[in-house]
């Protein structure tokens, strides 16, 4: 059983949009996931023109890889490193807990993540 970071089962981030590495809506992480896609991520417009000027525009409608474009207020699967990067220079997104994958945890304590969660244990 898949465990999100307060190790409780792993619930779905979103299916409109349908979202995660696997496209089945849940945030965790396998061998072909080079990115870690296991933060469950609010978007905002502010972390959607972070991710476009360091090179991954999630705004931009892709429809030949099935995506939309996402827009403030969408749950989307974002990558760790991209989280981390995005809260050294103080634009990281809220982030849904009970969806974000357990493993984070080996890369950012709970309490860093604790003071973006719009879901408390």
């Known amino acids: ?20 590495f696997y496209r ?20 905002t417009d502010e972390f959607l023109e ?3 000027a360091v090179g991954n ?11 939309p474009g996402l827009v403030s207020g969408d749950r989307w699967c974002i990558c760790l490193p991209r989280w981390i990067e995005a ?4 634009k990281a997104p809220r982030i849904y807990m ?4 357990e493993a984070v945890l080996q890369f950012v304590p709970i309490e860093i993540l604790k003071k973006f969660a719009i879901d408390e244990e």
């Open 87 to 90: 809260f050294q220079a103080g």
């Open 57 to 67: 525009d999630l705004s931009t409608p892709r429809p030949e890889y099935d995506f």
């Open 24 to 43: 089945d809506g849940c945030c965790y992480s396998g061998p072909e996931d080079r990115g870690l896609h296991m933060v469950c991520a609010i978007m």
């Open 1 to 20: 059983m898949r465990k999100n970071v307060y190790g409780t089962p792993l619930v779905e981030c979103s299916t409109e949009p349908m979202t995660g």
């Open 50 to 52: 972070f991710s476009r």
């Open 98 to 101: 009970r969806a974000t994958s």
